[in-house]
């Protein structure tokens, strides 16, 4: 090996890997031991799976291959399915073409792809894409293909068996069809991948406001009598079996938010929607639509919600308990209370109180259950709230969300009395297995600061983590510049100005919607109350971490900067129109001219069919003179032929015709002759055509001839 390769081979390794006991810098060893290379198994593995779906060109003719982060996260799960990756995998939101999925993601998958980009082992190409959401694609670099041959046979067969079509040397290759994930070979066989179904597990909850959400009103109900239901009888239903707990929770509590347009007169109408000014408050709600109010028994299924209220100002806000009674999977049991409040402002929040999860009863509760049970809750909260909303606003967020409202994507806040083991803030942004688990249910981790002793703040990408006691615009745009292509097509497309003016009305309706929502974020900026700084140390320590006051200047300007960006596109829409308005105009004066033209060609068309019957009638006048005997050949030519010298060729057939009927003249005494005159006459009478007569005539001639002849013979 030259000196090249051995400096492409060798690693200087200073983060840490997800595999604590391999020696990153042992050197290189017998080419069948798989540690020889520096790298750890699961790192080689998937090191040797980009090399078999990526690959560089090695001339201009070729064009190099890349594989998306998302496809490759899907094939890293489908091996730790099958054992070859020793990997945790959590359920995520993740953005699908524009479509919000929740995806089973490896985290540790992702920090050593992370590790080997840093080593520079493989490639990054960032990209664009129809989601407005940066893209990356990977593949393997130089360096990592010369580390590939230090890595054992048996380990690049392992991965060989799960990433081919079983038997053969098809590469399988993920694919989306708009609901889930499929393994596809070149040859046409497919399997459905469970990357998109998220596993449930059981837990008991109760509901949890916090106190400054609370306007006086009761406490809320307790579920810890029923703790032990969820370890009584339960399944776990996670696929892998061996989960690495690193990190576990105690006393936790969990807060889910979201923004949904609100404004007072949307708090009255929910007030008299779940009854609290009634004597009797609350009761069971449903999202189904009653349509047939008139009859007298309604039939649905039994998936209800419980709802109880707490407090509530008429105008202002509403708090109250809503019970889940949402039927399970055999072996899952999960008693689910919420607490709810909901605000004028827009500020709405989901949160419960963790009782029990599995066999843990308060403490221990493992993040890789409790990304599971947050799953449940961004599902379940949606459910509850989209039932009680108006359709307005039911309207207004499916705009928001692009058509997928049902599917929003909501913030984490995870509240725990104690997390153990308990570190610095540094030591859990190890770019390793502490950091791998937090990702789980917060993402991509951002910061973490210690706000006292005992107490810490990690902020991610999807929310955050207290320990101790949103892209609809670009969219509009594109939808925009669509329509100006489409009215630029309207000269050669029939269809394409019926097809501009529907966008445009659609596009209307959306600006419309934006703005609305825009005047409800502007408003809830300027009557949302910033609370006072705390007067202990703990509290002023994260009050500034927090940065509320930058927060909401940030907000203001981002939402003034989203006012003149809709205004900006109401002015490019209302040139769209007018634009349409001159194709249009322009397309009825095309038309206008076009019938002009063809009226003045079905006149000359007219007035040649009118010198076509007379020139008939005259040839049918003259034919029957000289039939008669009343005039020769000669004279039948001069009588009507001149007055058709326009046309020479008519001139030259009559004269032929002619010549044959005075062949035919010399057999008229025969009683043959006679009956042929007659046919004759018989068959010109009934011709539409001078053309076509002549033609019939012309048969006949020849008929006779050849009948005169037999008979003479």
């Not at 492409?8 to 017998?30: I, M, Y």
């Not at 099958?82 to 540790?108: G, H, I, M």
């Not at 009859?295 to 109250?320: A, G, R």
């Not at 999807?462 to 594109?478: D, K, N, S």
Request: aromatic share 8%; charged share 25%.
């Amino acid at each position: 090996m030259n000196n090249v390769d051995e400096r492409n081979a060798s690693l200087s390794v200073t983060r840490h890997s997800t595999n604590p006991n391999v020696n990153l810098h042992e050197g290189f060893k017998d080419e069948d031991n798989g540690d020889g290379n520096g790298l750890t198994d699961n790192q080689n593995r998937l090191l040797h799976l980009l090399d078999l779906h990526s690959k560089k060109a090695e001339n201009r003719n070729e064009k190099d291959i890349w594989i998306r982060k998302q496809a490759l996260s899907v094939i890293v799960y489908e091996g730790v399915l099958a054992d070859v990756f020793d990997y945790d995998y959590a359920p995520t939101s993740t953005l699908v073409e524009n479509k919000r999925v929740w995806c089973n993601v490896s985290q540790e998958g992702q920090s050593d792809i992370e590790f080997l980009r840093e080593e520079e082992l493989i490639n990054a190409l960032l990209l664009s894409s129809k989601s407005y959401k940066p893209g990356v694609c990977y593949q393997i670099s130089e360096r990592g293909k010369s580390l590939l041959r230090y890595m054992s046979m048996r380990e690049k067969e392992s991965v060989d068996l799960f990433a081919h079509k079983e038997g053969t040397r098809e590469l399988l290759k993920p694919y989306w069809d708009g609901d889930s994930y499929w393994m596809q070979a070149p040859s046409g066989f497919k399997r459905k991948s469970t990357v998109t179904e998220t596993e449930a597990v059981s837990y008991v909850s109760s509901a949890y406001i916090p106190q400054c959400l609370r306007y006086g009103g009761r406490p809320t109900m307790s579920n810890a009598h029923k703790a032990h239901s969820s370890g009584f009888g339960a399944i776990d239903t996670i696929r892998d079996q061996e989960l690495d707990e690193v990190i576990t929770l105690n006393s936790v509590s969990l807060i889910v938010a979201e923004y949904i347009p609100f404004g007072s007169n949307q708090i009255v109408q929910l007030n008299n929607t779940i009854g609290s000014n009634e004597r009797v408050q609350g009761g069971y709600l449903s999202s189904v639509l009653d349509e047939r109010s008139c009859e007298t028994t309604v039939e649905m299924t039994p998936e209800l919600t419980s709802v109880n209220i707490l407090d509530y100002t008429l105008t202002n806000h509403i708090n109250f308990e809503a019970e889940i009674c949402f039927p399970e999977d055999l072996g899952v049991v999960q008693i689910e209370t919420f607490g709810i409040s909901l605000n004028a402002e827009g500020t709405c929040f989901y949160g419960m109180q963790i009782e029990a999860v599995m066999d843990k009863i308060k403490d221990n509760i493992s993040l890789d259950h409790l990304s599971r049970i947050l799953v449940d809750v961004q599902q379940d909260s949606s459910q509850i709230v989209d039932s009680i909303i108006s359709q307005r606003q039911r309207n207004l967020l499916d705009q928001i969300f692009n058509g997928d409202m049902t599917n929003r994507n909501k913030i984490n806040l995870i509240i725990a009395n104690e997390i153990e083991p308990h570190l610095t803030a540094e030591e859990y942004m190890d770019k390793g297995e502490f950091e791998n688990e937090l990702k789980q249910i917060i993402g991509d981790t951002k910061a973490a600061y210690d706000i006292s002793e005992k107490d810490t703040l990690i902020f991610g990408g999807h929310g955050l983590l207290l320990c101790g006691p949103h892209a609809r615009m670009w969219i509009l745009e594109e939808d925009i510049e669509n329509t100006e292509r489409i009215i630029d097509c309207i000269s050669v497309d029939p269809t394409a100005l019926h097809n501009a003016r529907e966008k445009m009305c659609i596009l209307c309706k959306d600006i419309i919607s934006l703005e609305e929502i825009l005047g409800y974020v502007l408003e809830a900026l300027q009557i949302m109350e910033i609370p006072p700084e705390p007067q202990e140390q703990a509290g002023r320590s994260l009050y500034q971490r927090l940065e509320i006051f930058s927060m909401r200047s940030q907000l203001v300007r981002r939402s003034m900067d989203m006012k003149k960006n809709i205004e900006g596109s109401k002015r490019y829409l209302s040139m769209l129109q007018q634009k349409a308005n001159t194709a249009a105009e322009g397309k009825v004066e095309l038309v206008n001219t076009t019938l002009e033209k063809n009226g003045r060609a079905l006149e000359a068309i007219k007035k040649s069919q009118e010198e076509t019957i007379t020139a008939l009638s005259m040839f049918k006048n003259h034919w029957r003179l000289y039939r008669d005997g009343y005039c020769t050949n000669a004279t039948f030519c001069r009588e009507f032929c001149p007055q058709q010298s326009h046309d020479l060729v008519l001139y030259q057939h009559l004269h032929l015709e002619c010549h044959n009927y005075r062949h035919l003249e010399n057999i008229r005494k025969n009683d043959l002759a006679r009956s042929r005159n007659n046919r004759i006459e018989d068959l010109y009478e009934g011709k539409d055509s001078f053309r076509e007569a002549q033609i019939t005539i012309g048969n006949e001639v020849q008929y006779y001839r050849r009948a005169t002849l037999r008979r003479k013979s």
